[in-house]
């Protein structure tokens, strides 16, 4: 069992969309990206990630080009709650690029739903998540 699944018991439904959404959203072909985003984030969405803002289209844009320099990955939920529309949440990142080199990147994330369940707003934090790791592994999350 993971860590912190214990915790996570009550909040399964939660960590059951962000595997899913989460995965499905960051890996697969690019020319797919606009519909998978769509399935789990509102049109009015906007994303904060380490101090950089993106609205819907440029997070879009973000993922297709993240699809583009990855050749597989997987995201853990490590922890995941939710309050009413508020949702926070933990994960790890796990990625091969297509030249090689491993990532694995830690994300903290506090978001907003909206009413259709989907994300409406998130917060979120990256960092490192091994020692052979730098800030700068971290940018697939920042990709402009």
């Not at 699944?5 to 072909?29: H, M, P, Q, S, Y």
């Amino acid at each position: 069992m993971s860590e912190g699944r214990e915790d996570v018991r009550g909040n399964e439904r939660v960590t059951e969309f962000f595997d899913n959404a989460l995965n499905d959203v960051c890996f697969g072909r690019p020319e797919d990206t606009e519909a998978a985003v769509r399935r789990y984030f509102t049109e009015s969405y906007l994303q904060t990630t380490d101090g950089e803002t993106s609205d819907f289209c440029q997070f879009v844009e973000h993922v297709s080009k993240l699809r583009s320099m990855i050749r597989e990955g997987h995201i853990e939920v490590i922890d995941a709650l939710q309050e009413g529309v508020r949702i926070a949440e933990r994960h790890i990142v796990r990625a091969t690029k297509n030249d090689g080199k491993e990532v694995l990147v830690e994300v903290f994330l506090f978001g907003i739903l909206a009413a259709d369940g989907r994300l409406e707003r998130v917060w979120e934090i990256t960092r490192p998540a091994s020692e052979n790791q730098t800030d700068e592994d971290c940018s697939l999350a920042r990709i402009r």
